[in-house]
C-alpha cells in the first residue's frame, strides 16, 4: 500500500537557513521518513502534518505555554484535537528545536541528521498517540523508533556510544 504524506515544513524566521544545520540536513527528506514509518505502522493511506523548525526561545515559549515547563527542549508534539466527526487527514503539528538537536547530537556523538530523524519519528509517534510516560509505553514507543530508524539506516538512538 502506498502511503501518501503531506508534511507542510516550516522553518522559524529568526533561524539562518545559512547555518550548518542545514548543511547536515535535507529537510524535504521528512516526508519520506514520515511515509517509511507510517508504512510501518500500518497506518491509513494518507495522513498531514506540520513540522516547524525553531529557535531555543520560540520552544521555551510553546514549552511553557503547554506544559507549565519554562525551557527549550528538541521537541514538542501537538496531535490534532479535531472531533472524530470530522474527517481530515490532519494528524498534528511537530516542533524541532535546531539548536537543541546541534547540541544534544554532539553530546552524544550522533550525526546531526541522525539525532534529527530520530527526534522527527519520535514526534510522530507522538502524534499518533504513543507515549513514554509508563514503562510499558516507553520500551513500546522506543522499540518503534529503533525499527523505523533501522528501516531509514541509522543505528539504535538508545544505544550508548
Known amino acids: 500500500m502506498e502511503i501518501e504524506l503531506g508534511a507542510d515544513i516550516q522553518v522559524a524566521e529568526d533561524l539562518d537557513e545559512t547555518a550548518p544545520f542545514f548543511s547536515h540536513?535535507?529537510?524535504?527528506?521528512?516526508?519520506?521518513?514520515?511515509?517509511?514509518?507510517?508504512?510501518?505502522?500500518?497506518?491509513?493511506?494518507?495522513?498531514?502534518?506540520?513540522?516547524r523548525l525553531v529557535t531555543p526561545?520560540?520552544?521555551?515559549?510553546?514549552?511553557?505555554?503547554?506544559?507549565?515547563?519554562?525551557?527549550?527542549?528538541?521537541?514538542?508534539?501537538?496531535?490534532?484535537?479535531?472531533?472524530?466527526?470530522?474527517?481530515?487527514?490532519?494528524?498534528g503539528d511537530?516542533?524541532?528545536c535546531v539548536d537543541i538537536v546541534i547540541?544534544?547530537?554532539?553530546?552524544?556523538?550522533?550525526?546531526?541528521?541522525?539525532?534529527?530523524m530520530h527526534l522527527c519519528?519520535?514526534?510522530l509517534l507522538h502524534i499518533l498517540g504513543y507515549d513514554h510516560i509508563e514503562d510499558l509505553e516507553a520500551e513500546k514507543m522506543e522499540s518503534l523508533e529503533i525499527e523505523i530508524l533501522h528501516k531509514l539506516g541509522i543505528d539504535d538512538p538508545y544505544k550508548v556510544q
Open 25 to 51: 540536513v535535507a529537510i524535504n527528506d521528512i516526508e519520506t521518513w514520515y511515509q517509511v514509518a507510517l508504512s510501518h505502522l500500518n497506518h491509513s493511506n494518507t495522513a498531514e502534518c506540520t513540522v
Open 103 to 116: 547540541s544534544e547530537a554532539n553530546a552524544q556523538n550522533k550525526t546531526i541528521k541522525a539525532h534529527f
Open 94 to 96: 511537530i516542533v524541532i
Open 57 to 91: 526561545q520560540e520552544s521555551q515559549s510553546l514549552n511553557s505555554q503547554y506544559r507549565q515547563q519554562d525551557k527549550p527542549t528538541n521537541v514538542l508534539s501537538f496531535p490534532s484535537e479535531l472531533p472524530e466527526f470530522v474527517e481530515s487527514s490532519y494528524i
Open 121 to 123: 519519528i519520535h514526534g
